[in-house]
């Protein structure tokens, strides 16, 4: 089954046109994986998905995002709560300068629970999700600017998981981070995605390879192929995906 | 290769001790100035000079109700110009963008705080005082003080806005906060330290006016008890006692206060700005 459907996106910033004719199918509680060079379209893509690029003035877009059949940019579409049914990791670990505890409430709290017993559960259930709790539950009135980097990235992904959403996109979560952190990520990676659908952007092939079961090839703007992961990466049908993941450009 | 009179080492060294001396200089002033007016002031300071009233206009006696009208005019301007200095800054760095507007204003800051403090005085006197009616009083000298500060709690607070780095509205966004949220709840706390410096800078200089409230808010020797009361802030009351020749002890007297008041507010505000900094910063 299909969590997200896209048809014939067309993105333009400007004059610049940045996906051309995407068509990609996101399986349920899976991890797709989005690979392929440097400005390719990768992270457009996933921001097309929550709206994120409505932010920038010049964007534009054609074609269909359909989240459960319903397609996000339909005018009766309200972006807080597309934002908190598709949840968003970045690139560089960006907690909030708030305590540890205020971090992860801050979805919470903006979508109005601010009673104190059901922020507190649903806190700790969040940040036992993302494999963190038994190194802050003691200090979850510090900053949150005062955890290591893979602990600052586990956060973020507390913090998307408290708001209970469908879809988790992620992109590059571990590209700012150092081998051990990548390991507790990918793993976190891997229990996450029985309840959550995942979009992940990745760099690192090996990466795709480990956490993902389906994965997109991405090439100026446009989808060269999707396929299984195991598909892709030992028998790619197109010339392209097999000299990019071969390590001959990109 | 150009022809070099110096070698690197050694200019290298000759620019270290320019720096230094320039540093060593900047220090000297500053401790001349303050030691100057603290050997020559506060001989005459003591509990009764601050808390007593003062006799015969300021030749004996104390400086109570100056002390009093000066952190009531401060205090009020303080309550005017923030709000709307730093709503400005958050029109500016968050919701305008680069528009004519944008730069209108920017330019009318600007123009704002580089007016000498005696023509705001002088505006006070024909507005506030005259066509509003509002007379020689308190209110009249914070609404001029609040002028005058405006343009730097609004320019402090634009710079920290905008510098606050923008992958914490990203975080905020994706999670569905709208952009009021955001601000509110996360750009503003994240600003709170550079708003305060902005807000102390601007009341310091306030603190520090005689010019300005000289035409607005009268010079009565009386303590002010309503914003309606004229008064007599510590720079008007050191104005005074100087040029009319009242007493020059009392005149340095008041200056060593003034001094005292405003390091001691400005050191009081930078240490609860430290440790709000690395509260928020985990440090």
């Known amino acids: ?25 996101i399986p349920k509680n899976n991890v797709t994986a989005l690979i392929g060079p440097s400005g390719c379209g990768k992270s457009t893509f996933i921001r097309t998905v929550n709206r994120m690029n409505d932010l920038i003035p010049s964007f534009r877009h054609e074609g269909n995002v359909l989240l459960d059949g319903v397609d996000v940019y339909n005018h009766k579409m309200d972006v807080v709560d597309l934002r908190k049914k598709v949840g968003m990791v970045f690139q560089k670990p960006n907690p909030f300068p708030k305590s540890i505890f205020e971090n992860v409430a801050y979805g919470l709290r903006i979508h109005g629970i601010n009673d104190n017993d059901s ?10 999700s993302a494999a963190l709790w038994d190194e802050v539950e003691d200090k979850l009135e510090n900053s949150a600017m005062g955890l290591s980097g893979g602990q600052q990235q586990r956060l973020c992904i507390a913090r998307t998981i408290a708001n209970n959403p469908k879809v988790i996109l992620m992109d590059e979560p571990c590209s700012a981070l150092d081998p051990i952190s990548t390991t507790k990520i990918e793993d976190l990676i891997h229990k996450l995605k029985r309840d959550y659908t ?50 001959r450009f990109g | 290769m150009g022809f070099r009179v ?71 301007a303080g309550i005017i110009a923030t709000p709307l200095g730093v709503g400005a800054a958050v029109y500016l760095a968050e919701y305008a963008g680069e528009n004519w507007l944008v730069k209108v204003i920017r330019f009318g800051a600007e123009t704002l705080a580089s007016i000498p403090s005696i023509v705001f005085g002088l505006f006070g006197l024909a507005f506030f005082v005259v066509f509003l009616g509002l007379g020689w009083s308190i209110l009249s000298g914070s609404l001029v003080l609040a002028i005058m500060a405006i343009p730097t709690i609004f320019q402090v607070s634009e710079v920290t806005i905008s510098s606050i780095p923008s992958s914490f509205r990203e975080g905020s966004f994706g999670l569905g906060a709208t952009k009021w949220q955001t601000v509110y709840r996360v750009v503003l706390p994240a600003a709170i330290p550079g708003i305060v410096t902005g807000v102390i800078l601007g009341m310091t200089r306030a603190i520090s006016e005689a010019a300005a409230v000289m035409f607005a808010v009268g010079a009565a020797l009386s303590l002010p008890l309503s914003i309606f009361d004229p008064g007599r802030p510590l720079p ?48």
């Open chain 1, 198 to 247: 995942i979009i992940i952007v990745t760099h690192n092939m090996q990466q795709a390879t480990r956490v993902s079961k389906y994965t997109s090839f991405f090439l100026n703007g446009e989808i060269i192929e999707s396929n299984l992961t195991d598909k892709i990466f030992i028998d790619p049908q197109n010339k392209k995906t097999e000299d990019y993941i071969t390590g």
């Open chain 1, 1 to 25: 089954m299909n969590k997200i459907e896209v048809e014939d996106l067309n993105v333009y910033f400007g004059d610049n046109h940045v996906l051309k004719d995407v068509n990609i199918e």
């Open chain 2, 6 to 76: 110096l070698s690197p080492r050694i200019s290298q060294k000759i620019m270290n001790i320019v720096f230094i001396i320039s540093g060593l200089i900047t220090i000297l002033i500053l401790v001349f100035v303050l030691g100057y007016i603290l050997i020559k002031g506060l001989p005459v300071v003591n509990l009764d000079f601050i808390f007593s009233n003062p006799i015969d206009s300021g030749r004996e006696g104390g400086i109570f109700p100056m002390i009093v009208s000066s952190l009531f005019v401060t205090l009020i």
């Open chain 2, 236 to 283: 008007l009351h050191l104005y005074i006692l100087a040029t009319e020749g009242i007493s020059l002890d009392n005149a340095y007297g008041t200056a060593a206060v003034l001094v005292i008041l405003v390091l001691f507010v400005t050191i009081i505000t930078n240490l609860a700005v430290d440790r709000y900094q690395n509260k928020i910063m985990g440090r």
């Open chain 1, 119 to 128: 922020l507190s559960a649903r806190v700790e259930e969040a940040l036992r």
